[in-house]
């Protein structure tokens, strides 16, 4: 089977940075991505690792390590607006076929 | 330009009934997929689309789902018999590649109710 784990609720103040990590076991492997999504709201991408490393997008920045089977999503600076649910995806094959999301992530933004 | 739309935006039905949901992609992105969304949970992938391709049924929790895609561009999906089970925000997404290098752009959702 394919599973994502990511932790069900982050907690964070204004200004500060919080990790959303995410581990996951897949059949295959070709990229892991995450999507922010406002209640009410549809999910919208925010980045994209097929590589291991560190992937900067102004204050947001998504990390993965293959080897581990094991990402996560840094959010610095936090804003009250970055106050939403953060989804992890995992993209296993080339084809565009199976692509499994996480359970998600709620973070709360706190002043 | 526009992005992906979605129709209707709720929907209430009563158990039994058929329901039809439709999904306009953005204009020339290939593929097309349908998720689900229960109340506080992740997203279920239902079905794929690529083009004029066959479609990746794999995800469909029934035989009461089923799905098409007209011309490579509007897609609807029909859930026969409704049952309670089948009450959650349907979201249609779409990419002008398959992933994993494309984005997925996703519609604002229809919510279904069923009574």
């Known amino acids: 089977g394919q599973s994502l784990e990511q932790p069900s609720e982050v907690t964070a103040v204004e200004g500060a940075i919080v990790q959303i990590n995410c581990t996951y076991q897949t059949s295959g492997f070709y990229g892991l991505s995450w999507y922010q999504q406002h209640d009410g709201g549809a999910p919208t991408f925010l980045s994209y690792?097929?590589?291991?490393g560190l992937e900067e997008t102004g204050r947001f920045s998504s990390f993965l390590s293959r080897s581990d089977s094991y990402g996560y999503l840094l959010l610095q600076e936090l804003q009250m607006k970055d106050s939403a649910s953060y989804f992890c995806a995992v993209s296993s094959d080339n084809y565009g076929q199976n692509f499994v999301f996480g359970p998600g992530t709620r973070l709360s933004v706190l002043p | 330009g526009a992005g992906v739309s979605q129709s209707p935006s709720n929907k209430v039905t009563e158990k039994g009934k058929d329901v039809e949901l439709r999904c306009d992609p953005i204009?020339?992105?290939?593929?097309l997929y349908w998720y689900r969304q229960s109340l506080g949970q992740g997203l279920e992938f239902l079905i794929y689309?690529?083009?004029?391709?066959?479609?990746?049924k794999s995800g469909l929790p029934s035989d009461r789902f089923s799905a098409e895609r007209t011309g490579g561009s509007v897609s609807t999906l029909t859930i026969q018999r409704t049952q309670q089970e089948d009450s959650a925000v349907y979201l249609c997404a779409s990419s002008s590649d398959p992933a994993p290098t494309d984005t997925q752009y996703f519609g604002p959702g229809t919510r279904l109710t069923v009574l």
């Open positions: 204009s020339g992105h290939t593929a």
């Open positions: 690792n097929a590589l291991d």
């Open positions: 689309f690529q083009g004029n391709s066959a479609p990746d």
